[in-house]
């Protein structure tokens, strides 16, 4: 079995982090609602499978209402993912937040079943939203994950209150 422990993020991950980026995402660059994030900026936890740096979640609190910049896992079925994302749920609700909120792409089938099998409720399509993200962040593929095109940013929610 494996063990998970979880870690805040610090300076001591940032060079993991910025590896661990582009190795899944190939790049630490992500863009929400017309904000371009370099999303190791902010503070976050690492997952910590056997001891070893394994995923990461990142975050920004801001007039009640935490943002998940990112979260990911890079091994699937161990937990990992559930730990970090209630790790930060957690950490809103002693900030004193009223939601923790994220975007996530129209083709990111397996990350709107995720979510909501972890309480968060679909609130938004902004539809179109990557023509915009695209001038922010000119390498966005046009096509996603099994084909689908990439056009719209999904807004999901956990009211906290």
């Known amino acids: 079995m494996t063990e998970i422990t979880l870690q805040p993020y610090d300076a001591s991950y940032r060079a993991w ?14 863009v929400s609602r017309g904000v371009l994030y370099n999303v190791i900026d902010y503070p976050g936890f690492v997952a910590l499978l056997d ?5 990461l979640v990142t975050y920004t609190i801001d007039d009640a209402q935490c943002e998940v910049l990112m979260i990911h896992s890079a091994v699937e079925g161990v937990g990992a993912g559930t730990a970090l994302m209630d790790k930060v749920i957690e950490t809103a609700r002693e900030a004193g937040c009223e939601r923790v909120w994220l975007i996530t792409t129209n083709d990111n089938i397996p990350a709107l079943r ?4 972890r309480g968060f409720d679909l609130v938004t399509v902004h539809r179109n ?9 000119p390498d966005i593929p046009k096509t996603g994950l099994d084909g689908i095109p ?3 940013e999904i807004e999901l929610e956990m009211r906290l209150v």
């Open 51 to 55: 001891g070893q740096p394994s995923g």
């Open 150 to 152: 990439l056009r719209d």
């Open 129 to 137: 939203a990557l023509r915009k993200s695209r001038k922010l962040k």
């Open 17 to 30: 982090a910025q590896q661990f980026m582009a190795d899944e995402w190939g790049t630490a660059q992500q």
């Open 114 to 117: 995720w979510y909501q099998m």
